[in-house]
């Protein structure tokens, strides 16, 4: 079995660094992008992932709303919020939600790519 991930952030550039420093990690065989709320969802419908790192703030809305939504589809899906906006506010919303993990971007960038590798090794 290998990893599905899907990256969500409205920043093309984020995404781009995500999936370079992702795609070559053994274990994961599937990453899909998306930079909306809509396309997260419609993404998880069609083919649920492992794992989702999920952007707080995007174009069409807080990503904390989906956190619920997601779960109630499959129990199983992962989620790991990567944020500017790491105050302790956003942490609890987003863990009482039902984030895995959460994730500053300007500090905690390499702890993500850790819990990737780690979770991308037991499956």
Not at 53 to 63: E, K, R, T, V
Request: hydrophobic letters at 45%; charged letters at 25%; glycine letters at 4%.
């Amino acid at each position: 079995m290998t990893m599905k991930l899907l990256i969500v952030d409205d920043s093309e550039l984020i995404r781009t660094r995500l999936l370079g420093l992702l795609e070559n990690i053994q274990g994961i065989e599937v990453i899909h992008l998306a930079d909306t709320l809509a396309q997260t969802l419609i993404s998880v419908r069609r083919e649920p992932p492992t794992l989702v790192i999920l952007d707080l703030h995007l174009p069409d809305g807080n990503a904390s709303q989906i956190i619920r939504p997601i779960k109630q589809l499959d129990p199983g899906i992962q989620i790991a919020m990567l944020t500017n906006d790491a105050s302790e506010l956003n942490h609890r919303e987003c863990q009482e939600a039902g984030a895995d993990w959460f994730f500053d971007k300007s500090t905690e960038f390499l702890d993500l790519l850790d819990v990737v590798r780690q979770q991308a090794a037991r499956i």
